[in-house]
């Protein structure tokens, strides 16, 4: 085999990882981790206390939220932007989202649900009846964490 013929192998199989390579990473980043999951136990604690019925996880509404927050991560800034437009791309059968952002250095369930409590905006989306769903993401470095929840309907 030419040195040729090795490089065009080398160059094929780089091609192959590059392209598989990023569906792969979406797929897995979109499992809740136990941050994640300490999130969705604080917000449903919060919302009995309320007398409100628990969220349940979703799937689309996570890579949802994901997707922002590794954008938020990747552009060190906190929006919402378009976050309806967002969420109907990963949830199709939803009538009505809601999102709530939260940035710290350090990343603590009952902290990000505590600051979302005393925010007003932030507790009313908590505290809507009508959402059922969530997906809830962090991305975070040594210095900061940037975590969203994506609050949809059950339809």
């Known amino acids: 085999m030419s040195v040729t013929s090795v490089r065009r192998a080398l160059l094929v199989v780089c091609l192959i990882v590059c392209v ?3 569906g792969a990473v979406a ?6 981790d136990s941050l994640e999951a300490g999130i969705v136990r604080a917000m449903n604690q919060f919302r009995a206390q309320h007398g409100l019925p628990q ?4 799937l689309g509404f996570a890579r949802a939220a994901d997707v922002h927050s590794a954008r938020m991560l990747r552009e060190n800034r906190l929006a919402h932007g378009a976050y309806g437009k967002r969420v109907r791309r990963y949830v199709r059968r939803v009538a009505r989202v809601g999102e709530n952002l939260a940035w710290m ?3 603590d369930p009952h902290k990000v649900v505590r600051m979302w409590a005393r925010s007003s905006s932030h507790r009313h989306v908590m505290l809507s009846r009508s959402f059922r769903r ?4 962090r991305r975070a470095t ?3 964490c940037f975590v969203t929840a994506d609050f949809g309907t059950a339809r």
């Open 20 to 22: 598989s390579a990023p």
């Open 105 to 107: 250095n350090r990343c």
């Open 27 to 32: 797929r897995a980043s979109a499992r809740t």
């Open 134 to 137: 969530v997906g809830v993401a």
């Open 142 to 144: 040594s210095r900061a």
């Open 55 to 58: 969220l349940r996880q979703q």
